[in-house]
């Protein structure tokens, strides 16, 4: 254990990245006052000069003149702005493979298995005031993988970052990515070239979701007949073969998995609610939905949610007919829509996107906040854990240097569950600990082959 | 150039001859007396303390008599052994020595004889499971014993430096088959299997052809269904076997019979995972089926330690060590403070490891320079692993966790008489001057140039442009080969990222994903490539985009295969000097 | 040896692809006349001098007559109060290409941004402008009035253009077709372009001497070129005055470099690495062009060289990722804040081809989050950029005598949640219709 260990030891304590056992920076597990802030609860108004508690991980009390607690970590924040931390419903971050493309249905796959959770892109998030995101599996076919909803605790486990208690999730497709896929395949010489996969059209799509529903609901009565069987005492039954691509299609029919849908245009989309309905399950989100304010009583009516870019367009035919306008429009309908990035870039500033809202189709500053935090709880099914500044939900804030919605905002602190994930002041120092750390490494192994004269050599025969 | 065409002269030998190599053709093996007592020498049991001054007999291929004390038997052919130092020879814990390389398999990697690279195209081709309903990549039954051929010449790196035994597997594929232990000599390649098969092997490198699992979330949904077929497969048959009239009869499946001493723990299951999220998932993995689960890898397993510990998990680690690459050019981007730690810690792995309870073996990690293997394990000492346990993570420790300890690891009378006899330190500078494998003599050749210390392969910092959708992405890869494993990671225009899921196949073609963020937003690019010397160029696919194409090159050194570490260290050049 | 190719006919669609002009219909209404205009009880936010709390702004024939506190309101003009409302000078992104390329995935036809070829000094963004384009109704409506729009691609992609974003043909939005000359150098170290390239696969072996060398050769060409220029601008010039000389062979691609090598206009060099940003820079002295960058990603870390060449920056990048993995988080958020600090002269601008030009504001905001005044900040897309491209004179701010390209809006410019009430570009009362709001209006009350 020489020395330049023990600070990179520090320092990966520090960052939470590597070696990973790490304590988050600060705070720790003891309670936590924030004091005289504008407290932005999103449910409940906006509170001026008020206090949070934070206690085991929670929001204990909201209101002003809040004691402090013997021990508790206080933290000044007059004249700032305590938001909720921000929910992203539609990411690919921290994911070591995003496509299981292969297949024209690949419900079988697993986000959670392929999950980083040291990806420094987390703590870039961490740094807009993002404290929970919905993981995805790409749009390359009509049923995708299954979903991973997870707590930014940059630098713990995945088993710790997954959100408890989230419902389980599946990744649908629709459109320009799925029937454009074998366009995009690269052919190697020398390699069978692949058949084109089905579909290649929107008509295929529909078919695709048809036959895989039709197959999961015999295997539903297949597994049911089984479960009777045994009810009814017979001896000697093998239990059927697991089916991992079909159970969790089961899991959608029984309501037990929430179905998130990429899809860009109004046709596609209530295809797709129609398909579902004729299943009887329900889509639980519409993801970018660009055209949905084209169809927004049918999304209404169905309770599907939606999930937009704020004003991404143009980039493919698909978005041409996008508007900024569209997450007014759902919203005004009854539709609960937010604001999503699929970027590692654009979720860090998700604030600012919720902002255009306010200028694009008049949403007030709550509904525009509500669009990156509680109605992105709602469309994960975790509402009553997080999304808003409410005793008893979890402690996962923004603590912020200005209003979110100001351009010139920028985040001092995140918290999830009272423990601090990104500080701006620790950032800072952090730097210099880097640099020196490199600094060191780089002369260590400088120094260290410098003494390669002592590698050993060639053996040789000896007579 | 001489080295692929020796390869081709020894092909060719094999090809034609009805036995495995030229040398056996002009032995005469069978009736030469085999009894030989090694005098006045230090003796290392590793089983026991070591002996100053003894002796040590081989009679039969078997350890006879070892001792301060020991009478030299009349028939036995003396070496004195003063000034020398007697060892079990050393076990290479994993690779594919013995399995034959791919022609036009790249050399990088280990080449021939290292590690998992040597199990390249023929091999894979070969290794095709009978009647099987899985596609090459899954197929568990493959054997590694059906692919052996002795050859010396491969054998003569591994044993210049000591190796006398290794556990040889297909390395290729996802399910790759039942590995063996192996003799690191012998007239063919049946006479060098010391136990077959030894374990279920399990990369997790998405298959190349383009089909089901392509991704690395494919990659563990298919190794799950085809676990829970298997038991379906036992329980559907089990029933079958106790009551056969009124049941449809079950169809044999040799996929899934492979698998079931994997499922009843009475094979152990091999899980390549370097990482901690390797790790972790390969535990995971491991848990969900009740596993009997071994490692191999592990350069981040001190991070899992407790885990390992807790759940009795061994460790085949590798000491191929990451080394630093020479630098790109000017403008490449420094490498990431993660990618320096990684240097940093690699040879205190083993000292953590041991300190922590975890049981760990050493193998030689597709390094393509034998001697790193031995200077690696005593880099290992230098930072802080005990001498003894080094020595024993090479030969009891590994024989245990493979099994034969009852047969090999230790200087025991009754063991298999596989020695290293050395002037020196065997982990310190020493020399090797003679083995004995299976009680016969083994002389210490130079390796051939050229056939173990090849061209690095992918190994390397590369200046590459990506072009995409009308713009240029200028970026550094940071590329490391480990076999047919292709690891690293890219810096530049398109954000940092490391690559996943990446490997290369026959004919130099590499594949990896990467997580790219775009105006458009975050994405996965599947990057397709040739590697020619220096250069590589390739396509890279992205849903939703025109594929781009991208091409960079790697500097060479003079004198020096590309990517080897720099002597001395050139830190980059700092931004805009030219 | 194994080759890579595609099955995705990129070629063939290079090569069919038309420069097709894709209207996908018309949806930016045209501007009204160039009349007298007050607007009254505005707060003015002047750029060049102090804010004035409630004043007038006079516009007539397309310029600013009037700025001021207790400024008289002529007889006849169109009065607009604007009470509770704030005036800018309009903003000026200029980094874009817009009108360029509508759809980039899937609509070839619809995307005129590279020629093909490598030096194409001669393309000129001004003939490849769609002044119907979507992205145009969508941008000014944020109270971008003007940008500058430029071609990519290549070595010498073309010729930028600076543009009012009103107008229903390219001359009536010109305010300069031959703005500047655009240059992306091949890079050091691996040159991309020619090698990365789409024939890249089917090049046989390369090594870094190699492409090094492919790499001089094409840096030599330019040169070549450049000299060229600079001597058939001096035969024209002499055959003018003397006509006895040999009447020089007329040749369009020389003659769209003349301006650029006599330093008459700029050029943008687009750069963003530290080395290809001073390699740049030292490359247009060498040649004696007149650089600008534009990207300028890591520009801060050699800022003082900037400074010493008087070369600008055209900040494409504030809101990339961090490209390095050891990056603090906002190394590009705080990149203007350092090169104020330096004094480099820079603007920000979107680096978008245009359908996200609108988010300009919000970018400089979020500099100005990261320690850009924010004076300094709404600077960088008003009177910097303009000055930039020598048209600080009669573009960026609101005084008289300049351009009446004017942004009444509900607060501070730079928010996101800020309005337009009034948009004025070249003396014209421009309505705020935009492809977005015609489908809100279409579909917001569909039952």
Redesign the interface.
Known sequence: ?NR??SL?TVV?LAAG?????AQPVAAGAGATLIKNATVLTVTKGTLKNADVLIQNGKIAQVGANIAAPAGATVIDATGKYLMPGIIDPH???M?????????SV?S????Q?????????I??AL?GGVTSINIL????NTIG?QNATVKLKWGE??ATMMFPGAPPGIKFALG??VT???????????????PRRYPISRMGQEQVLQDAFTRARDYKATLDDYKARVAKGEK?L??P?????LEPLVEVMEGKRLVHAHGYRSDEMLMLLNVAEEFGFKIQTLQHGLEG??I??EIAKHGAGLSSFA???????EA??A???NVA?LM?RGVNTTIN??????V??LN?DA??L????GLT?DEALATITINGAQQLGVADKVGSIEVGKDADLGLWN?HP??????VDKTFIEGKVFFDRQQ?LVM?DQ?AK??AE??K???SA??R?G?????????R | MIAPFRRMLVGLAAGLCPVPSLTAQLATPRSVPATYAITNARLVPVSSPAIEKGTIVVRDGLIAAIGANVAIPGDARVIDGSGLTVYPGLIDAFGALGVPAASGQPAGGGGRGGGAAAAGGPAATSARGANSNYPVGLQPEVSVVELLRADDDAFSGPTSVGITTALSGTGNGIFQGQSAIINLAGTDANAMVVKAPVAQHIGFTPLRTGGYPNSLMGVFAALRQQFLDAQHYRDVKAAYERNPRGMTRPERDPSLEALLPALARTQPVVMIASTQREIERALDLAKEFGLRAIIAGGSEAPAVAARLKAENVPVLLSLNFPRRAASASADADPEPLRVLRERAEAPKVAAKLAQAGVKFAFQSGGLSTWTDVTGNAQKAIENGLAADVALRAFTLQSAEILGVSDRLGSLEVGKIANLAVTRGDLLDRGRVTQLFIDGRPVAVRLPTVGANAGAPGLTGTWTVTVSLDGSDYATTWSLRQEGTRLLGSIQGSLGPIEIQNGSIGADNELRFSATITLKEGTEEATFIGTLDGNAVRGRLAIVGHTPGTFAGTRPQRAGAPGGGPPAGNTPRTPPGAR | MTRVRLIAAAALAAIVAQPARAQLGSYNPPPGPQKTFAIINARIVPVSGPEIAKGTVVISGGRIQAVGASVAVPTGAEVIDATGLHVYPGMMDAGTSIGLSEISQGANATVDISEVGSFNPNAMAYYGLNPHSAHIGVTRVVGITHVVTRPTGGILSGQAALVNLAGSTAPQMAINRNLALVIELPRSGFGGRGFGGFFAAQQGPANTQEVNRTRERQLDSLRTMLRDAEAYGKALDAYAKDKSLPRPRQDVVLASLVAAVRGQVPVLMVADRASDIKEAVGFAEENKLRPIIVGGRDAWQVASFLKDHDAPVLVTSVLDLPTREDDPYDVNYGAPAKLAQAGVRFAITSGDAGAEARNLPYIAGMAAAFGLSREDALKSVTLWPAQIFGVGDKLGTIEVGKVANLVVTTGDILEAKTDTKFLFIDGRLVPLESKHTDLNNKFKDRP
């Open positions: 254990m330049i260990f990179a990966t990245s590597l070696g990973a056992q990411t690919h971050m994911s070591d493979a995003i496509n299981e493309g292969s297949l690949t079988m796959v697993r986000i298995d392929i999950l980083n959770p040291t990806a420094v892109n703590y870039r740094a599996h790409g749009s390359a993988g486990s995945v320009e990515n454009r896929k074998n366009q995009n395949q690269i052919i190697v010489v020398g390699q069978p070239t692949p000697n093998v239990a073969r697991r089916d991992l691509e304010y084209k927004a009583s004003d991404s367009w143009s980039y493919k035919i041409y007919d508007i900024p306008y429009i005004r990035s699929d970027s590692d870039e654009r860090r500033r600012i902002a255009k306010v200028r694009y189709g500053e200005n919605l100001s351009v010139y905002a920028a950032d730097r880097k750390e490199r490494l780089e260590a192994e400088a082959s410098t390669r002592v590698q050993p050599v060639l053996p040789q025969e000896e």
